[in-house]
C-alpha cells in the first residue's frame, strides 16, 4: 500500500534522507531502526506532510496515489496516520472534541453521516478501556497537562478510534516505563489486521520484544542499509549499529 | 509657569557666566541647548494627566530653586567609605562636576576611552557631537529637554571594535549635603564598537544630608555583536530628587543587559528605552527597587522590536515599606514585520505596610504574529507555605519572613556577577527590611562567612 | 445659572420650539435643550427626569470626547445625528424575506437562527409569523408572580419614579464621561429590572423577548437592581448581525447588588462591523458598571464582542461590600479593519474582596484590539484579591493586539496577579489536527474555540453555542 521510492529529503537545506526506498504492504508491521540522526523521524514527518522538509527527488505513493501532491488533512483522510514522538499540547480543546471532530471529517470523506452520540460514546469508551485510560482523558485538553505516557497512550487512542489503513509510530516507545510500553504495545498489536500496514521508528529494540515486526530496516546515513526480520532487530541489540555502519561504509 | 521661569532664568545666568569665561561654545552645542530650552518652556514640567507621568508628581522638583556648581570638593575620607570596593577604572562626578582628585582611570586596554564630557568637547567637540543627542532628542521628555539646555559634564566611554574591558568602568557620581540644593544634568555617552565588550556601572550616592536635582541622560550605542553590561545603582540620599533617561540602541546580535537598582531617593524617575535595531539582537532588564518613608521610585522600560529574531527579557522586583509609593510600567513594542520575536517581561511586588503602594503596567503592543510575548505582574504575600517549611525547622516566624523578603529581591541579585555589587544591595536590603524581621547581623554574619 | 432660571429657559425653548411639533415623530438631527425637552414630553416623563437629563447635557457640554484609547476614528458631529425617531413601521422594512439581503440569511442558516426569528431580525414585518406580544405576556405574568419587575425603562420612569429616582445614575454618574453623559441627556430606551428581597428570578431575561423593540439600540439605557439574597441572569443583545442605521451607539448599563445577590449579565455584541475598508461600521462607546454595595454581593460580566467597527467597552465592578465579587469573562474577536479597546475595572473598596479577569482576543485581518484594564485597591481593601489572564493570539501579519493593564495597590494584604500572553495561531497545533483529518479552517476554528473555552463556560448553555458559531462566521476567511 505504501511505496517509498529513492526518497530524497533535505531540512534546512542539509540531505537528510539520500535515496529511501521502502515498501509496506497490508497486514504488515515494518520496523525502522538506526542510530540517532539517520533520518528515521524524517521518513515519517515527511509521509504525514510536515512542513520544513524538502522533497528534492523520488516519489512516496499510498495505495497508487502519490502522497506528495496531497494536503496534510487529505493524507489523514486517505488512511495514513502518524503518531508523534512529542505530541503537541492544545490548551481549551478537549481530547473528545478533537476525536469525534477528526471521525466525523473521516466519515463525510466517505460520505457518511456524522456518528450519532451514542455510538459514538460507545466507541470511546470501549477504546479507552482498551488503552486503560480514564474516562477524565476525555474532558481534558488535548494532551494538556499529560505525563509522557498519557501522551502515547492517547496517540495510540486515536489509531483505534480513526482505524487507519497506514499506521506510522514516531518513537512511540520514548519516555515509556515497562507497564506503559505493554499497554501501547498491546494496543498497536490490536491494530494488527491484514488489510492494514504499520511503521514502527524506533531506536530501542526492546519495543520490538512486544510488537514483533514482519521486516526490519536500518536506516544509516539516510538510506536503507540493511533489511531482514527479526532477528535482525535482535542482531542490533546485542552487536550495536556501527557493523551496519561500517558495513555500509565497506 | 513660573517654575518652568527658574529654570529657565538659571539657564540665562549660566549661559552668560560660561561665556564670559570661556568665549563662545561650538554653534551645534549653543544650538541644542536652545532647541532643549524652546522645548522645554513648551511642555513645562508634566503634570498627571500626561499618561507617562500618572503616577508620579513632579513638582517637589518644579518648585525646587536649584543653584549650580562648578566646585567638585569632597573629602577623601568620606569618598572611600561611600565607594563600590571594587577594583575598576573610575570617574567621579561631584554635584555634577568633574572631580580629578577622585578618579583613577588606571590603564585602559588599547582602543579604549574613558573621559569626562567636558574633556572629550575640549578635545575634540566634532567626535561628541555624532553621537550627542542621536538616540535622544529633545522630544523624548521635558527632563530630557531640560539636560539637553544644561547639559556641561558627564562621561564618554568608546569601546573600539573588538576591544574587551576586564574591570569594570565605574562612573561615581557623588550628591554633597550643600547649603542651597543644586541641581545637575549629567551626560553618559557609552559607544560600544563591534564586539566589544565591558562593563559600566553608574553609581548614584552621597552625604545623608544631600537634597540635590540630577537629572540624567545616557546614550548608549551597541554595534554589531557589542555585549555590554550595564549597572545603574541609586542609593542617594532619601532627600535627593532623581531623574534619568537611558537610551539605547543594539545593532545585529548585540547583547545589552541592566541592572537597574534602586534603593535611594526622595523622587526617582528612571526611564530605560531600548531600540532592538538589528537581527539578532538581545536585551536583558533587570531591576530592582526597595522604597521606605516616603520615598517614590517610578520605573519606566520600553523595548522596542524594530527588527525581526530580537529578544527581551525583563524581570523587576519591588519592595514598598511604610508610605513608600512604587510605580512600574513595562511596554514591549513590537513592530510590523517583525517577526520571530520573543519578549517576556515580569513584575513581582511585595507590600510590607498597609499605606505602601504600587501600581503596574506592563503593557504589550503588537503588530507582528509570529511573536512570542508573555508579561505577567504579581503583587502580594510571601509564599506562606514557605514561611511553614521554614518554621518547621526551628526558625521564628519573623525571621522566615525576613529571610524569604531578602530571598525575594535575591531573585534579581542572583544576575548579578559583581560580587561588590550583589553584597552591597543584599546588605543594604536586609539593613532596610523592617527590625521585626530580626535580620540584623544575620545577613553581615553570612557575608564574613562568604569572605572566609 | 440658578436652577430656577434654567427651568424656565427650557420650558420657554420648549413652549416655543416644539410645542406644535410634538405630534410628530421625528425631530431634525442637531442637539440643545429643546431636543432634550422633546424626549423627554415624547416619553411622557415627568419634570424631574427632563432636569436630570438637563443636568446631564449641561455637564456634557463641558467635556471632550476620550482621546486615550488606542482608536483611530473621525470627529463624531454630534449635531448631525438625529436624537429621535419613532419605531419603524412595518411598511417601511422588507415586507418578505425575498427582499432581504441573501448574505445576512445566509449568516443566520450558518449561526442555527430559527425561521420565524430570521425574518424579525432581517427587519421583517413580524406580526404574521412570531407573535412576540403574546410571548412578552406569558412571561411576564410569570414574573410578576415572583414579583420581578421587567420592563422599558421608559415604562419604569412613569411607574416606578421612587425606583427610579433611588437608583439611576447612582452607579454610572451623570458626568462620569462624555458617552455616559451624552447617553444621560439623550436616552430613549433600555431595560428595567428589579427583583425584590429573596427572589430568584425564575428565568433568564433576555432582550430576544423584545426584538420587536427596534431603535432602542442607539441610546440604549438600563438598570438592574437585585435586593438582599435576589438573583438574575440578564442577556443582551443576539448573535445575528444586527444592521444599524445610526452608527453611534453609546449605551449606559448600571447594576446594583445588594446584600447577598448575585447578578449575571452576559452580552453577545454583533452590530455591523462595516465594510471591508470599515467603512458604515457602528461605533460602540459603552459604559457598564456594577455596583456590589452589600456584603457577599457578586456581579458577573461575560461578553462576546465581535461586531462594531469601533468597540469602547470597559464593563466594571465597583466591590463596596465586604467579600464582594467581581468577574469579567470577555472574547473579542476583531477582523477587517475593526478597531476595539476594550476591558474591565475592578475597584476593590471593601474588605475581603475578589475579581477574577478573564480576557481572551482574537485579532485577524488588519484589525486592532487592545485589552485595557484597572484592578485598584483601596487602602480598607484588607485581603482583597484578583487574578487576571489575558491572552491575545494572532491569527495573519497585518493585525496588531495590545495589552494595557493598569494595577493600582494600595494595600498590603492583597494579593494581585496578571497573567498576559500574545502569540500567534500554533503552527504545529494546525498541523497536529490536520495530520488527523481535519480541514485547515476546521482546525483554525477548533483552536481558537479551545483558546476561547474559558469564556464560553460562562455563558449560559444556548448563547454558548451560539456564540461558537458566531465566531466561526467572524473568522471566515481569516485564515489561508
Redesign the interface.
Known amino acids: 500500500m505504501l511505496e517509498v521510492k529513492d526518497l530524497h529529503v533535505t531540512v534546512e537545506g542539509k540531505e537528510i534522507l539520500k535515496g529511501l526506498s521502502l515498501t509496506v504492504k497490508a497486514g504488515e508491521v515494518h520496523a525502522i531502526m538506526g542510530p540517532n540522526g539517520a533520518g528515521k523521524s524524517t521518513l515519517s514527518a515527511v509521509i504525514a506532510g510536515k512542513e520544513g522538509y524538502e522533497v528534492t527527488s523520488g516519489t512516496i505513493t499510498f495505495e497508487g496515489q502519490d502522497v506528495l501532491e496531497m494536503e496534510i488533512e487529505e493524507r489523514a483522510l486517505a488512511g495514513m496516520l502518524l503518531g508523534f514522538q512529542y505530541p503537541v499540547e492544545i490548551p481549551g480543546v478537549k481530547n473528545i472534541y478533537l476525536l469525534k471532530a477528526a471521525l466525523n471529517a473521516q466519515r463525510a470523506a466517505n460520505g457518511q453521516a456524522d456518528i450519532p452520540a451514542p455510538e459514538f460514546m460507545k466507541l470511546i469508551k470501549s477504546k479507552i478501556a482498551e488503552m486503560k485510560m480514564d474516562a477524565s482523558f476525555l474532558q481534558r485538553a488535548v494532551n494538556e497537562g499529560f505525563s509522557g505516557g498519557e501522551k502515547k497512550r492517547n496517540e495510540i487512542l486515536q489509531m483505534l478510534v480513526l482505524q487507519p489503513k497506514l499506521a506510522m509510530l514516531d518513537e512511540i516507545d520514548s519516555g515509556l516505563d515497562i507497564d506503559a510500553m505493554r499497554i501501547v504495545a498491546d494496543g498497536v498489536n490490536s491494530l494488527r489486521a491484514a488489510d492494514r500496514g504499520i511503521l514502527l521508528v524506533t531506536h530501542y529494540q526492546r519495543l520490538l520484544d512486544y510488537i514483533i515486526p514482519d521486516h526490519v530496516h536500518v536506516l544509516v546515513d539516510g538510506r536503507i542499509a540493511k533489511s531482514g526480520d527479526k532477528e535482525l532487530a535482535k542482531e542490533l541489540e546485542s552487536r550495536g549499529y556501527d557493523w551496519v555502519v561500517e558495513e555500509t561504509a565497506a | 509657569m513660573s517654575d518652568v521661569q527658574t529654570f529657565l532664568d538659571r539657564l540665562a545666568e549660566r549661559t552668560e557666566a560660561r561665556r564670559q569665561a570661556h568665549g563662545p561654545e561650538p554653534t551645534w552645542i549653543a544650538a541644542r541647548r536652545q532647541a532643549g530650552a524652546a522645548r522645554f518652556e513648551a511642555l513645562g514640567f508634566p503634570d498627571r494627566r500626561v499618561?507617562a507621568w500618572k503616577?508620579t508628581d513632579v513638582r517637589a522638583i518644579a518648585r525646587g530653586d536649584f543653584a549650580l556648581t562648578d566646585s567638585a570638593d569632597f573629602s577623601p575620607a568620606s569618598a572611600a567609605a561611600l565607594t563600590l570596593p571594587i577594583a575598576a577604572h573610575r570617574l567621579t562626578f561631584v554635584d555634577g562636576v568633574f572631580s580629578a582628585a577622585l578618579s583613577d582611570l588606571g590603564e585602559l586596554p588599547a582602543g579604549v576611552a574613558v573621559l569626562p564630557l567636558s574633556q572629550a568637547l575640549a578635545e575634540n567637540h566634532e567626535a561628541v557631537g555624532g553621537p550627542l543627542g542621536r538616540l535622544t532628542g529633545v522630544e523624548f521628555s521635558p527632563f530630557s529637554a531640560l539636560n539637553t539646555a544644561f547639559m556641561e559634564e558627564g562621561a564618554v566611554v568608546r569601546l573600539a571594535p573588538g576591544s574587551v574591558v576586564e574591570k569594570p568602568i565605574l562612573l561615581q557620581f557623588l550628591s554633597r549635603a550643600n547649603a542651597q540644593p543644586v541641581m545637575s544634568h549629567p551626560r553618559v555617552l557609552i559607544e560600544a564598537g563591534a564586539r566589544s565588550q565591558a562593563t559600566v556601572i553608574e553609581h548614584h550616592i552621597g552625604e545623608s544630608e544631600a537634597a540635590n536635582f540630577t537629572n540624567l541622560v545616557d546614550e548608549v550605542m551597541l554595534d554589531r555583536g557589542a555585549i555590554l553590561t550595564h549597572y545603574k545603582l541609586q542609593e542617594a540620599s532619601l532627600k535627593d530628587l532623581h531623574v534619568a533617561s537611558i537610551h539605547v540602541e543594539q545593532g545585529r546580535d548585540s547583547r545589552y543587559t541592566s541592572f537597574n537598582l534602586n534603593l535611594g531617593g526622595s523622587l526617582v524617575r528612571n526611564d530605560l528605552v531600548v531600540d532592538l535595531n538589528g537581527k539578532g539582537a538581545e536585551a536583558n532588564f533587570n531591576g530592582l527597587f526597595f522604597a521606605q518613608g516616603r520615598q517614590h521610585v517610578d520605573n519606566h522600560t520600553l523595548a522596542n522590536h524594530n527588527a525581526p529574531l530580537t529578544f527581551s527579557n525583563e524581570n523587576y522586583k519591588g519592595i514598598l515599606d511604610d508610605r513608600a509609593r512604587g510605580v512600574f510600567n513595562g511596554r514591549v513594542v513590537v513592530k510590523?514585520?517583525s517577526?520571530k520575536i520573543e519578549a517576556h517581561q515580569s513584575n513581582a511586588?511585595l507590600?510590607?505596610?498597609?499605606?505602601?503602594?504600587?501600581?503596574?503596567?506592563?503593557?504589550?503592543?503588537?503588530?507582528?504574529?509570529?511573536?512570542?510575548?508573555?508579561?505577567?505582574?504579581?503583587?502580594?504575600?510571601l509564599d506562606e507555605e514557605a514561611v511553614f517549611t521554614l518554621r518547621t525547622r526551628g526558625i521564628d516566624e519573623q525571621t522566615a519572613r525576613g529571610l524569604l523578603t531578602l530571598a525575594f529581591a535575591g531573585e534579581v541579585m542572583e544576575r548579578v556577577e559583581l560580587e561588590a555589587v550583589a553584597e552591597r544591595v543584599e546588605l543594604a536590603v536586609a539593613g532596610k527590611l523592617p527590625e521585626r524581621f530580626n535580620l540584623s547581623g544575620l545577613v553581615e554574619a553570612a557575608m564574613s562567612l562568604h569572605d572566609d | 445659572m440658578a436652577s430656577q432660571e434654567m427651568e424656565q429657559l427650557v420650558r420657554r425653548e420648549y413652549k416655543e420650539g416644539f410645542v406644535t411639533d410634538i405630534e410628530s415623530d421625528t425631530i431634525p438631527p442637531g442637539l440643545d435643550e429643546g431636543t432634550i425637552a422633546f424626549i423627554s414630553q415624547k416619553k411622557g416623563e415627568p419634570e424631574w427626569m427632563l432636569e436630570w437629563r438637563l443636568k446631564a447635557y449641561h455637564q456634557w457640554l463641558k467635556m471632550t470626547p476620550p482621546s486615550w484609547a488606542h482608536l483611530d476614528y473621525p470627529a463624531i458631529d454630534y449635531q448631525a445625528i438625529s436624537y429621535f425617531s419613532a419605531p419603524k413601521r412595518p411598511e417601511d422594512g422588507p415586507q418578505s424575506l425575498d427582499e432581504v439581503d441573501p448574505k445576512l440569511l445566509e449568516t443566520y442558516e450558518k449561526l442555527g437562527i430559527p425561521l420565524h426569528e430570521r425574518a424579525a431580525l432581517a427587519g421583517v414585518a413580524v406580526d404574521a409569523v412570531f407573535d412576540s406580544v403574546s410571548v412578552t405576556t406569558t412571561f411576564k405574568e410569570k414574573l410578576g408572580e415572583a414579583g420581578v419587575i421587567f420592563c422599558s425603562i421608559s415604562e419604569a420612569i412613569r411607574d416606578y419614579p421612587e425606583l427610579i429616582k433611588q437608583y439611576l445614575g447612582t452607579v454610572v454618574p451623570v458626568a462620569d464621561n462624555y458617552f455616559a453623559a451624552l447617553n444621560s441627556a439623550v436616552f430613549t430606551d433600555g431595560s428595567f429590572v428589579f427583583v425584590p428581597e429573596g427572589v430568584t428570578c425564575p428565568m433568564e431575561l433576555s432582550t430576544y423577548f423584545r426584538i420587536n423593540a427596534a431603535n432602542t439600540g442607539q441610546f440604549e439605557r438600563t438598570l438592574i437592581i437585585c435586593e438582599s439574597r435576589a438573583q438574575v441572569s440578564y442577556l443582551e443583545g443576539c448573535t445575528a448581525p444586527q444592521r444599524d442605521e445610526n452608527q453611534l451607539h453609546a449605551a449606559v448599563v448600571e447594576l446594583v447588588a445588594l446584600e447577598d445577590a448575585y447578578i449575571k449579565y452576559s452580552t453577545v455584541q454583533n452590530w455591523y462591523p462595516g465594510d471591508e475598508d470599515g467603512k458604515g461600521g457602528i461605533y460602540n462607546f459603552v459604559t457598564k458598571r456594577g455596583d456590589c454595595r452589600g456584603d457577599r454581593s457578586r456581579i458577573s460580566w461575560t461578553q462576546v464582542e465581535t461586531g462594531s467597527a469601533i468597540t469602547w467597552k470597559y464593563p466594571s465592578c465597583v466591590l463596596r461590600g465586604k467579600d464582594s465579587i467581581g468577574e469579567f469573562y470577555s472574547v473579542a474577536v476583531t477582523n477587517g479593519r475593526q478597531q476595539a479597546d476594550t476591558g474591565t475595572k475592578m475597584i476593590h473598596i471593601g474588605e475581603g474582596t475578589r475579581s477574577y479577569i478573564v480576557s481572551k482576543g482574537i485579532s485577524a485581518g488588519r484589525s486592532n484590539q487592545s485589552y485595557r484594564g484597572l484592578v485598584k485597591i483601596g487602602p480598607r481593601a484588607k485581603g482583597a484579591r484578583n487574578f487576571t489572564q489575558c491572552d491575545s493570539l494572532l491569527i495573519g501579519d497585518q493585525c496588531g493586539a495590545h495589552t494595557f493593564p493598569y494595577q493600582e495597590i494600595g494595600n498590603s494584604t492583597a494579593t494581585v496577579e496578571h497573567e498576559a500572553t500574545t502569540s500567534k495561531i500554533g503552527e504545529d497545533q494546525l498541523f497536529y489536527c490536520q495530520s488527523r483529518g481535519i480541514s485547515e479552517e476546521d482546525a483554525v476554528s477548533m483552536i481558537v474555540n479551545g483558546f476561547c473555552k474559558d469564556v464560553f463556560q460562562e455563558l449560559p448553555m444556548e448563547f454558548a453555542v451560539e456564540a461558537e458559531a458566531l465566531l466561526n462566521v467572524t473568522l471566515e476567511g481569516a485564515v489561508g
Open positions: 499618561e503616577y510590523r514585520d517577526q511586588n507590600l510590607l505596610s498597609d499605606r505602601a503602594e504600587i501600581d503596574t503596567k506592563p503593557e504589550l503592543e503588537i503588530y507582528a504574529d509570529d511573536v512570542k510575548c508573555s508579561h505577567g505582574a504579581t503583587t502580594g504575600q
